[in-house]
């Protein structure tokens, strides 16, 4: 376990947690960690900004994902299913952020930057790998299956919910009210091979993914309806 009170110049990686790596890099440079979330940010905006000006209804935060070259249209069907007008309201995708779960040094970076965004509410959908789901899944990240699908509503995933175990020691970016206790919590699904997902070319298919529902997303209702979407039959 990572002590504050070990020496800031000889920290013993090899015997530290990934989360462990990421809370020794954040305490010792949270300035050029805040520099970054500002950094990330301002990119995100301007993309936005250039996303043919139209009104965001729903924003997607897909991690280690290949940015879309031309993701306008992919999401129209849902868009009129829902009653929005495509050419005037978008699904925005966020595939700029990174999490190479705890290896690299850029991480460091990534889980604050990711922290901001989804504070902020605006993520909605969030999908990532095995590794960044259990890092942000165990600061209390995600909304709990039981309240995304609440009674029989969850019994066609059962077989595919992601538990997370609850980080006892980190100080959360993210506060549910939730404290901590003993055994696992479920807080994600793992998508399909057949999830529109891999239709996007965002991920190759050979990518394993997990979807959950931000607890902080501004568009709770319409977030559970996208994630349906992508879980499939």
Known sequence: MWDRKQEKDRPDFSKMS???KIKWFFYYYKWAVFIAIAVVIAIVATVLSYA?????????MAINAEPMEDHTDFWDDFLIEHGFDPEKQAVMVDANLKYLGGEGYMDVYSIPAIGTILNAGNADVFICDEACFETLGS???FTPIEELFP??????????IVYVDMDRDAEPYYAQGEAPGEGHYARGIRLNKDSLI????????DTELIVALPWSADHALLGKDMIIELLGD
Do not use: C, F, Q
């Open 18 to 20: 990934a989360s462990d």
């Open 52 to 60: 043919g000006r139209k009104e965001p209804v729903l924003n997607i």
């Open 139 to 141: 600061l209390g990240a």
């Open 151 to 160: 009674g029989e509503e969850v019994e066609p995933y059962e077989d595919r």
């Open 198 to 205: 891999y239709d996007t070319d965002l991920y190759s298919e």
